[in-house]
C-alpha cells in the first residue's frame, strides 16, 4: 500500500460508513451493493485535490467535460441490473474514471468496461492495477458496438445518456439479462431494459442526469 492510501485510511473507512447509511436514506436497499460500495476506496479514483470530497454524494469533474457518477448512481444501476441476484459476466459501457468498474467487480464474476477516451481509459487501468482489481477488463473503443467477442452478458451497464439503446447492446444481453442505462435528451429517464425469451421489456425507474454518449473514439 503507498502512502496516498495510508494517509486517508482510517478517516475513509469511517466516511465510508457514514455514506453507507445515506445511501440507506436514499433508498438502496440491496445489502450485497451496500457492502460492494463500502469495500472500495472512492478517493483514489478522483483528482488528489478533490479526495476530500470523494465520499460526497456529487459528481466530481474528470477532465475531458466528463464526470465521476455519484455514489447514489452507481448504487442504483447494480441494484438493478442486480435484482437481488449474483451477477456472471457484466458489461459496462463508459469507464470513466474506473470507480463503477470497481464496485461491479464486487458483485460480478467478470467485468468487462469500454471507454472511448484514451487518457481516461489509461487512468482507470492504472487506478484498478493500484487495487489489485484482476476480474476488470477494460477496452479502449466505442461503446456503441459493445464488445461482441464477450457477448452475452447478463448485465450491462450504460454510464452515458443516449436517445435510443445502440442495437448491438440489445443483441449482446442475454435471454434473462438486465440492462439499465439513461434514456432521453434533454430529460433524462434511468431505464430498466429486462430480455426474456419473449423480447424486451422496458421500465422507466426514475430521472437521470449523465453526460451524452459520444460517437467513435477520442
Ligand atoms: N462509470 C463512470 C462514469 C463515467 S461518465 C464512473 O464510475 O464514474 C461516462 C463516461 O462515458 C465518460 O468517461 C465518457 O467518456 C464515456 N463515454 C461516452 N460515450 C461513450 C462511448 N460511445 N463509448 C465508450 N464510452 C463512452
Not at 3 to 8: A, E, K, Q, V
Not at 22 to 32: H, K, M, P, S, W
Amino acid at each position: 500500500m503507498n502512502t496516498r492510501h495510508d494517509g486517508i485510511g482510517m478517516t475513509s473507512q469511517r466516511t465510508r460508513g457514514r455514506l453507507i447509511e445515506r445511501l440507506r436514506a436514499q433508498g438502496i436497499r440491496d445489502e450485497v451493493v451496500l457492502a460492494a460500495i463500502n469495500a472500495v476506496p472512492r478517493h483514489i479514483f478522483v483528482d488528489e485535490a478533490l479526495a476530500s470530497r470523494a465520499y460526497d454524494d456529487v459528481s466530481l469533474p474528470l477532465g475531458f467535460g466528463q464526470t465521476i457518477s455519484p455514489p447514489y448512481t452507481v448504487a442504483r444501476m447494480i441494484e438493478i441490473v442486480r435484482d437481488g441476484k449474483p451477477l456472471d459476466r457484466v458489461l459496462e459501457i463508459g469507464t470513466g474514471c474506473g470507480y463503477q468498474a470497481a464496485v461491479l467487480a464486487q458483485v460480478a464474476r467478470k467485468v468487462y468496461s469500454v471507454e472511448r477516451v484514451k487518457p481516461l481509459y489509461a487512468r482507470a487501468a492504472a487506478c484498478l492495477n493500484e487495487l489489485k482489481v484482476t476480474s476488470v477488463t477494460l477496452r479502449y473503443a466505442d461503446g456503441n458496438a459493445g464488445l461482441p467477442e464477450m457477448a452475452p452478458f447478463d448485465g450491462i451497464i450504460m454510464a452515458a445518456a443516449a436517445t435510443h439503446v445502440p442495437p448491438a447492446l440489445l443483441e449482446q444481453l442475454a435471454v434473462g439479462g438486465r440492462m439499465v442505462l439513461p434514456l432521453g435528451a434533454p430529460e433524462q429517464s434511468l431505464c430498466l431494459i429486462a430480455r426474456t425469451a419473449q423480447g424486451y421489456r422496458e421500465t422507466r425507474i426514475e430521472p437521470a442526469r449523465f453526460v451524452p454518449l459520444m460517437a467513435g473514439k477520442a
